[in-house]
């Protein structure tokens, strides 16, 4: 596959080996990785990573109609993940678990719209255990068999199977057979294990996040993969954490998706911990993580950009630095809602074609395997899939 990249493109002469690789299809190494996070040059990079989307992805740019809900913020973790503002202790002012009928309320503002895919997760919940979601994931798929479940982080996963005494495969195979599709990409932070003892002492390491997913893959369960930056970790930690997502997707190829989430520094400990706090990611940051992610993680066809954290114009903006896929219309959201996200709870179907069609691409809905549903074609009109 040969990729077109003028030469004028690319300024920064550091970038200029990078450049040659990419243009020949060759793999990246850390090194080059790391040489694309330190160089200034933000549009050679974006020239770069959009060169490679399009020949991956042509002009399509997709999105998925889905409904967030989080059904616990009680989180054993609370006062140790530094950077949520969501978790609370069972007893603290705020706290809360839906019981089935509170789930199943939310979940019915899908009955008559557009939504096709829930995307649950919560805190690591001592009264949240497999009888739990299972009961929770059986009814929602009983009430709404339409609607996909992507639901819980490797970190839950983890967290379950230690409550239950069970292994993560027995804990994700009961899940399945409740109804859980795939899994979402979060908890994963930054793999590093000194970032981790700064900003998450106590979660689930790195390689058990790796391993979680793994254990999914092996048994045909997709599932995505996310980055938490623009805390505390250096620039060799971005690239160890890629490095171990291209790894596990050159082992199985269960990851659809990659998500970079921009650190929001507003109502958590590391905030203030920083003197952070209204301090978020800088735009030239969020478009070389995207960037650079659709650059290094070569196996990977899809990178997703999160509106609700970097603002819906800077995720158009990143549809030309690599981007093919953007968070749908998310109908309620809390937990950057909890960290200072000042960005609309959801999305109309309009202003998400309105965005994607103003960045000269061609809008399509798409289900939670990434296949199209239908196109919205230039004219404004919509073509169902073949
Ligand atoms: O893992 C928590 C992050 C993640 C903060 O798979 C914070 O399709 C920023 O992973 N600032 C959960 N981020 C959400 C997530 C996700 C989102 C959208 C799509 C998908 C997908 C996955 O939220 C957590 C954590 O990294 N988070 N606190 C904060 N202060
Ligand atoms: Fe709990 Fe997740 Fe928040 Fe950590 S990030 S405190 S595991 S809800």
Not at 299 to 327: C, R, Y
Request: with cysteine.
């Amino acid at each position: 596959m040969a990729i077109e990249i003028p030469e004028a493109f690319v300024r920064d002469p550091a970038l200029r080996p990078v450049a040659e690789k990419v243009r020949a299809g060759e793999r990246l190494t850390d090194r080059d990785a790391l040489t694309l996070f330190e160089s200034p040059d933000l549009l050679g990079i974006g020239a770069m990573a959009d060169a490679v989307n399009r020949a991956k992805n042509g002009d399509v740019v997709t999105f998925a109609a889905n409904q967030h809900i989080n059904p616990t913020n009680i989180c054993v973790l609370r006062k140790t993940c530094t950077f949520c503002g969501y978790a609370r202790l069972p007893k603290e002012a705020g706290a809360y678990r839906y019981t089935m009928d509170q789930v199943m309320a939310e979940a019915n503002l899908a009955r008559n719209g557009l939504t096709r895919e829930f995307h649950i997760v919560g805190g690591l919940d001592m009264g949240a255990g497999l009888a739990y979601y299972t009961e929770m994931f059986r009814t929602l798929k009983r009430e709404l068999p339409h609607v996909h479940i992507k639901a819980l982080t490797a970190v839950e996963i983890a967290h379950i199977a230690r409550i239950e005494k069970l292994s993560w495969t027995e804990v994700l195979v009961a899940l399945r057979e409740a109804g859980l599709d795939t899994l979402p990409g979060g908890g994963a932070e930054t793999f590093s294990a000194a970032v981790r003892e700064q900003i998450a002492d106590k979660k689930l390491g790195g390689a058990d996040f790796i391993g979680v997913h793994r254990a999914a893959h092996a048994l045909g369960i997709r599932s995505n993969c996310t980055m938490l930056y623009g805390h505390v970790e250096t620039l060799a930690d971005r690239v160890e954490h890629l490095a171990m997502l291209r790894q596990l997707q050159d082992e199985t190829g269960g990851f659809l998706a990659y998500i970079p989430l921009a650190y929001h520094p507003d109502d958590n400990e590391l905030g203030k911990q920083l003197g952070r706090e209204g301090v978020s990611s800088t735009g030239y940051d969020d478009l070389r993580n995207l960037a650079v992610g659709r650059l290094y993680l070569d196996n990977f066809q899809h990178i997703k950009s999160h509106w609700i954290m970097v603002t819906p114009f800077l995720s158009q903006t990143a549809l030309a630095f690599g981007v093919n896929d953007m968070e749908g219309t998310v109908v309620q959201e809390k937990i950057y809602h909890a960290v200072g996200a000042q960005t609309p709870q959801g999305m109309s179907l309009e202003a998400l074609l309105r965005l994607i069609r103003g960045a000269r691409r061609i809008p399509a809905e798409r289900d939670s395997f990434y296949r199209i549903l239908r196109r919205f074609d230039a004219t404004g009109e919509e073509a169902e899939a073949a």
